[in-house]
């Protein structure tokens, strides 16, 4: 095992694996909801939607756009929690918020106030749960780091298979407002899973918060560390990633609404969302292991790789005419989705380290909160003014793409950054050498002019 900026060693197992199994259920349950949006897409349309709303899926949308938004955008805030209390007080105050959120979520009788208590007091309570799985995991592993965070993060994946049909199960038989009372049961484990978090890495100490006794707020540098920003492969991702995203989500909201449309309400629609969770979750544990055998930024490849195909792969939905062709689109589309949720740690870590990684990741996912929140409710917009989804599909895998090709420049530049630094090393070492070698010179010649 390899040591951290904090000294202690990462065991690289021991009770990493019950924390690695405790941040699995954590993105499984979080990223399972949002992933499996489309299904109470539907049933929000059915409960709240009425005859003759010209902005109907509009409105619905946002319910998704926002939860899923608002775990990004907390995120900076987050990394800040998580550099003080620590990973464990954050988690477990996150989860007990989303347990609030959730279960206020079922006893509304029209959809604005979901805005608030599923949108966005649900989805600060997930954000605080979900950056400390990721950051911890960082504490406990380092040679298999890639290999952990692709099985952490296939736990969205066991979730996304399965959470469909079981939605689907409960709002026939209890409906709507049960089946949210129901799901409180998995966020009630995520809060018991967040004890689990034991930090190993010593948490911040230079935040002072009281002066001669007084109260006095920390100023934003000492509390954000804004240094990371310095570090220009840092910048491109932080620019490229959402770039990508504008249209990332559009389909987990809105596939299952244009099945209905285009092919009919008698197919099973669910089984796209399986179809994506299957392969998903492949994609993680298979390039997250790949991820491993690639060194330094290069990993960043594979995020261009995957936002390619995702593109690709959303331009291509409104040309199946079949359920079929959209079903090899799914299993095509979640494989590489896998590929770039996977590998987002590695790559963190090894553009600005481990000391940095929490509120570097904490920038990077409010950053992408913009992209999330505004893509689905522009594509609910177009559908409802076009009267299909295919412009809306067309225009989402553009995105991916333009993303995709600005990340191509950062295994250059971090190389070009690190080429200089060592430069800027080297002077001052040949520099003590001489030092030193002068002055063993100097005690030579007075040693000699002694022995004279």
């Not at 290069?298 to 995702?310: A, D, G, R, T």
């Not at 553009?398 to 690190?418: D, E, N, S, T």
């Amino acid at each position: 095992s390899e040591r951290g900026d904090g000294g202690r060693e990462a065991p690289d197992g021991g009770w990493g694996w019950l924390v690695m199994l405790a941040s699995m259920w954590c993105n499984g349950s979080v990223f399972g909801l949002q992933n499996a949006c489309g299904i109470l897409f539907i049933s929000l349309i059915e409960v709240f939607g009425e005859p003759g709303d010209s902005r109907l899926r509009f409105k619905t949308a946002w319910v998704s756009s926002l939860s899923m938004g608002m775990i990004f955008f907390c995120s900076p805030i987050v990394s800040v929690f998580t550099d003080i209390f620590g990973c464990q007080k954050t988690a477990v105050i996150g989860a007990a918020v989303a347990l609030v959120g959730l279960f206020s979520s079922s006893f509304v009788s029209c959809i604005e106030p979901l805005y608030f208590s599923y949108g966005i007091v649900f989805a600060c309570g997930c954000s605080f749960a979900y950056q400390p799985s990721l950051v911890i995991l960082g504490h406990y592993f380092k040679k298999h780091l890639g290999l952990v965070n692709g099985i952490v993060t296939a736990g969205s994946s066991i979730f996304t298979i399965t959470l469909p049909f079981l939605l689907k199960m409960l709002i026939k038989s209890v409906g709507l407002f049960n089946t949210l009372r129901v799901l409180c049961i998995l966020i009630f484990i995520l809060f018991l899973a967040g004890f689990t978090y034991k930090p190993l890495l010593p948490s911040r100490s230079d935040l002072v918060f009281r002066s001669n006794g007084k109260f006095q707020f920390p100023a934003l540098s000492q509390i954000f560390n804004f240094s990371i920003f310095k570090i220009k492969s840092y910048c491109i991702w932080a620019f490229g990633i959402p770039a990508a995203l504008f249209g990332y989500f559009v389909p987990y909201v809105h596939l299952l609404s244009h099945v209905n449309e285009r092919i009919g309400p008698e197919v099973n629609e669910e089984v796209l969302l399986l179809c994506l969770g299957i392969t998903s979750g492949i994609g993680r544990l298979v390039f997250g292991r790949i991820a491993d055998y690639i060194p330094g930024a290069k990993k960043v490849y594979l995020q261009v790789i995957s936002f390619f195909f995702i593109g690709l792969m959303s331009m291509m939905i409104p040309l199946c005419k079949s359920f079929g062709a959209l079903i090899a689109v799914c299993l095509f589309m979640g494989l590489f989705d896998g590929c770039f949720i996977c590998i987002m740690a590695p790559i963190a870590f090894e553009l600005v380290g481990a000391k940095d990684v929490s509120q570097a990741i904490g920038f990077l996912l409010g950053f992408m909160s913009v992209p999330m929140i505004v893509g689905p409710p522009i594509a609910g917009i177009l559908r409802d003014i076009l009267g299909s989804y295919d412009v809306a599909f067309y225009l989402a895998g553009i995105p991916p793409m333009i993303g995709g090709a600005v990340l191509c420049l950062i295994p250059w530049v971090h190389q070009w950054q690190q080429d200089s630094k060592n430069k800027a090393t080297c002077p001052e070492t040949e520099e003590k050498m001489l030092d030193h070698s002068s002055g063993t010179d100097d005690l030579h010649k007075k040693q000699a002019e002694s022995v004279v």
